[in-house]
């Protein structure tokens, strides 16, 4: 007699995990992840100046951080490059006016590779991460701090590295026009971008976490973005008032502009006739205001003292000069009395434009391009102050603006206020000069203190120690002014502590990540999953 088995009853399918509590499984498809992130890209271009759409800043940032949700090395490299080529081939759309495109795409190219490299880590941290609960203490409270530290140490990177770095193009720039930019003062401009950057990526955490229906998630972001609000700018001590006269000669002063020797010298010469015999304290011309070698030009020296005695003021000027071997980019303080002459040279020359590095190589791939410039400038390695009788004067020449380490040297040296000299000839007609203008607001903000950002064919400003412009003139337009500025004393946290702090983003997000890679290695060795508190038991 057979006897029939009862059937075994089918196996349970293991209970799944709900998407809103599963991180791992909130990723966009590639096919939209990429034309997302070249969106994102476009949008960080419009928040920038000349646009200056600040707000749109965070819509790009949050959408680029979701696109790299999710993503293997390689998805997050193609997402990351596509942000990066959209964005610096629109920013930078000025650099083809100097040489042609071949620069613009080779900047633009190399800024996006870089940006696309940046990306891994962040999708990395992500993938490790994606175990943890989305409700959990690692994912809404360790998660945005270690991708806004990621994407702060990228900015960092690329802002020192190859050929002293490119530090053009930085989330916190863009808020100079904002409500935040305050914020600078206390963090620095790669602190603003961190914060920021915490805050988008705390949304997202909370999206990830279910959203609306766990309101309680939003509470990390809400409290970065209140104190991105309440902070005020840090204050320094007033020091009295500077009278600084100020000139915009509109000289031909570009690189391949028509001119005779001394044509420059003159219209600088000409636009200051109108403040002679004005009381001012120091008079102020941009850089290439004088085409000639003071120091080694009689003629050029004669010029200079004839102003000087007009004006009754020391005279700050720039040249290129040479000194032994070398050709520098130099501001000097023209006095009356050689003795009390003080000069500064351009920390960081522009590869590309004031020099050629490692020359030889590139000439093999471009001779005649390569060849159209001639400039070879030394970095310089004085500090980037003039004193003026008894008061400070910080000093950055054109893109030196960008570099963090001159501002902060110049703050802690002793400047009560900047002078900014900047010569935008090459680049009439785009956005350039408004983009460097944003650096020279933000600089004034972030150390409280004034600067006067004059150029040779504008736009030239006098900026309060708040980021409000005092006075100023426009494009192609030759013309001076005298302004009162205040002097300012005492350092904001950002001079004392953004050297270390800019320092301290590579080391602890690369720690933060490394660790999180050693913990997801373990638990992929184990062979095994944390239960979840939502996972029923079984006998």
Same mark, same amino acid.
């Given at each position: 007699?057979?006897?029939?088995?009862?059937?075994?009853?089918?196996?349970?399918?293991?209970?799944?995990?709900?998407?809103?509590?599963?991180?791992?499984? +909130?990723?966009?498809?590639?096919? !939209?992840?990429?034309?997302?992130?070249?969106?994102?890209?476009?949008?960080?271009?419009?928040?920038?100046?000349?646009?200056?759409?600040?707000?749109?800043? =965070? !819509?790009?940032?949050?959408?680029?951080?979701?696109?790299?949700?999710?993503?293997?090395?390689?998805?997050?490299?193609?997402? /990351?490059?596509? %942000?990066?080529?959209? %964005?610096?081939?629109?920013?930078?759309?000025?650099?083809?006016?100097?040489?042609?495109?071949?620069?613009?795409?080779?900047?633009?190219?190399?800024?996006?590779?870089?940006?696309?490299?940046?990306?891994?880590?962040?999708?990395?941290?992500?993938?490790?991460?994606?175990?943890?609960?989305?409700?959990?203490?690692?994912?809404?409270?360790?998660?945005?701090?270690?991708?806004?530290?990621?994407?702060?140490?990228?900015?960092?990177?690329?802002?020192?590295?190859?050929?002293?770095?490119?530090?053009?193009?930085?989330?916190?720039?863009?808020?100079?026009?904002?409500?935040?930019?305050?914020?600078?003062?206390?963090?620095?401009?790669?602190?603003?971008?961190?914060?920021?950057?915490?805050?988008?990526?705390?949304?997202?955490? +909370?999206?990830?976490?279910?959203?609306?229906?766990?309101?309680? &998630?939003?509470?990390?972001?809400?409290?970065?973005?209140?104190?991105?609000?309440?902070?005020?700018?840090?204050?320094?001590?007033?020091?009295?008032?500077?009278?600084?006269?100020?000139?915009?000669? *509109?000289?031909?002063?570009?690189?391949?502009?028509?001119?005779?020797?001394?044509?420059?010298?003159?219209?600088?010469?000409?636009?200051?006739?109108?403040?002679?015999?004005?009381?001012?304290?120091?008079?102020?011309?941009?850089? &290439?205001?004088?085409?000639?070698?003071?120091? *080694?030009?009689?003629?050029?020296?004669?010029?200079?003292?004839?102003?000087?005695?007009?004006?009754?003021?020391?005279?700050?000027? #720039?040249?290129?000069?040479?000194? /032994?071997?070398?050709?520098? #980019?130099?501001?000097?303080?023209?006095?009356?009395?050689?003795?009390?002459?003080?000069?500064?040279?351009?920390? *960081?020359?522009?590869? =590309?434009?004031?020099?050629?590095?490692?020359?030889?190589?590139?000439?093999?791939?471009?001779?005649?391009?390569?060849?159209?410039?001639?400039?070879?400038?030394?970095?310089?390695? #004085?500090?980037?102050?003039?004193?003026?009788?008894?008061?400070?004067?910080?000093?950055?020449?054109?893109?030196?603006?960008?570099?963090?380490?001159?501002?902060?040297?110049?703050?802690?040296?002793?400047?009560?206020?900047?002078?900014?000299?900047? #010569?935008?000839?090459? %680049?009439?007609?785009?956005?350039? *000069?408004?983009?460097?203008?944003?650096?020279? @607001?933000?600089?004034?903000?972030?150390? /409280?203190?004034? !600067?006067?950002?004059?150029?040779?064919?504008?736009?030239?400003?006098?900026?309060?120690?708040?980021?409000?412009?005092?006075? /100023?003139?426009? !494009?192609?337009?030759?013309?001076?002014?005298?302004?009162?500025?205040?002097?300012?004393?005492?350092?904001?946290?950002?001079?004392?502590?953004?050297?270390?702090?800019?320092?301290?983003?590579?080391?602890?997000?690369?720690?933060?990540?490394?660790? =999180? &890679? %050693?913990?997801?290695?373990?638990?992929?060795?184990? &062979?095994?999953?944390?239960?979840?508190?939502?996972?029923?038991? @079984?006998?």
């Amino acid at each position: 007699m057979r006897t029939t088995l009862p059937s075994p009853a089918p196996a349970a399918a293991p209970e799944q995990e709900s998407p809103r509590r599963t991180p791992g499984a +909130w990723s966009l498809p590639l096919w !939209v992840a990429v034309p997302a992130s070249a969106a994102a890209g476009l949008l960080l271009d419009l928040a920038s100046p000349p646009v200056g759409w600040w707000p749109v800043t =965070f !819509v790009s940032v949050t959408v680029a951080v979701v696109t790299l949700i999710g993503r293997s090395i390689g998805g997050a490299l193609l997402v /990351g490059t596509v %942000f990066g080529a959209v %964005f610096y081939t629109t920013h930078l759309v000025w650099v083809g006016e100097f040489l042609g495109p071949v620069p613009w795409l080779a900047l633009a190219g190399l800024e996006a590779a870089l940006f696309g490299a940046g990306a891994a880590p962040i999708a990395l941290a992500y993938r490790w991460t994606a175990r943890y609960p989305a409700r959990g203490l690692v994912q809404l409270l360790l998660v945005p701090p270690l991708i806004g530290g990621l994407w702060a140490a990228r900015e960092v990177v690329m802002g020192a590295w190859p050929y002293s770095g490119f530090p053009w193009a930085r989330v916190g720039i863009t808020q100079v026009g904002g409500p935040f930019a305050e914020v600078a003062s206390w963090t620095s401009v790669t602190g603003l971008s961190l914060l920021i950057v915490v805050m988008c990526a705390g949304v997202v955490q +909370w999206i990830r976490a279910g959203g609306i229906r766990f309101l309680v &998630g939003l509470h990390p972001a809400i409290s970065v973005a209140a104190l991105l609000v309440i902070a005020p700018q840090f204050p320094t001590a007033p020091a009295g008032e500077f009278r600084v006269g100020w000139v915009q000669g *509109n000289g031909p002063t570009g690189y391949f502009d028509d001119k005779t020797p001394g044509e420059v010298l003159a219209a600088q010469t000409a636009a200051t006739m109108p403040l002679y015999g004005q009381p001012m304290d120091l008079l102020a011309w941009p850089e &290439g205001g004088v085409d000639a070698d003071p120091l *080694n030009t009689s003629a050029a020296a004669a010029a200079l003292d004839r102003v000087v005695k007009a004006a009754g003021a020391p005279l700050l000027m #720039n040249a290129a000069t040479t000194r /032994g071997d070398d050709m520098f #980019n130099t501001s000097l303080l023209w006095t009356a009395d050689p003795a009390g002459r003080q000069w500064h040279d351009k920390v *960081n020359p522009v590869p =590309f434009g004031e020099y050629v590095p490692d020359r030889w190589f590139y000439e093999l791939l471009a001779p005649d391009l390569v060849g159209l410039i001639q400039r070879e400038y030394t970095p310089g390695s #004085n500090p980037p102050l003039v004193q003026v009788g008894d008061v400070g004067v910080g000093l950055a020449i054109c893109f030196d603006v960008i570099y963090d380490t001159v501002i902060w040297d110049a703050a802690r040296a002793g400047a009560e206020m900047f002078v900014f000299q900047t #010569n935008n000839a090459d %680049f009439r007609g785009t956005d350039e *000069n408004l983009q460097q203008l944003a650096f020279a @607001r933000m600089r004034a903000i972030e150390t /409280g203190r004034a !600067v006067v950002n004059v150029s040779t064919v504008g736009t030239s400003q006098v900026i309060a120690p708040d980021g409000t412009t005092l006075d /100023g003139i426009g !494009v192609d337009t030759a013309g001076a002014a005298i302004t009162t500025v205040p002097l300012r004393t005492g350092l904001t946290p950002a001079t004392v502590l953004g050297p270390w702090f800019s320092g301290l983003v590579l080391v602890v997000a690369g720690a933060a990540l490394a660790v =999180f &890679g %050693f913990a997801h290695r373990a638990h992929v060795r184990s &062979g095994t999953r944390p239960r979840r508190s939502y996972e029923r038991s @079984r006998p």
